[in-house]
């Protein structure tokens, strides 16, 4: 099973960028697409971005697309969110998930690991 930790989120301005980090530990890593999901206060756990296991495949959300940019590095067992022009909507806690392996990357039911999520704060 793959564990992950999410780190680079913090307070912010309108405007402002952030990368956020997320380091997988347990095997097969690199076998699986991961994704970038985002909750805020009161509202559903949405879907941010995903990439595949390769890094040739990435999606986004339309309200993120653009300004939000995903990779990783598989030999670091590693996946960034780039994150720029960040506006008061994309305050929430951001989470990093491993996909199953089947099933479409925008669905979080098709996700089996989660981190514990990391919070973005930004402010006008």
């Known amino acids: 099973q793959v564990q992950l930790v999410e780190s680079g989120g913090g307070l912010v301005q309108t405007g402002d960028s952030l990368r956020l980090s997320c380091a997988a530990s347990g095997r097969a890593f690199s076998s699986y697409a991961m994704g970038w999901f985002r909750q805020a206060p009161g509202k559903e756990r949405e879907f941010v971005a995903a990439i595949s296991w390769n890094a040739i495949s990435t999606y986004y959300s339309d309200s993120v697309k653009g300004r939000f940019t995903i990779s990783r590095d598989n030999a670091k067992n590693t996946v960034y969110l780039q994150m720029n022009s960040l506006k008061l909507e994309d305050m929430a806690v951001y989470y990093c998930?491993?996909?199953?392996?089947?099933?479409?990357?925008?669905?979080?039911?098709?996700?089996?690991?989660w981190g514990q999520g990391t919070q973005v704060t930004v402010s006008s």
């Open positions: 998930a491993v996909h199953s392996g089947s099933g479409s990357v925008y669905r979080r039911e098709e996700y089996r690991s």
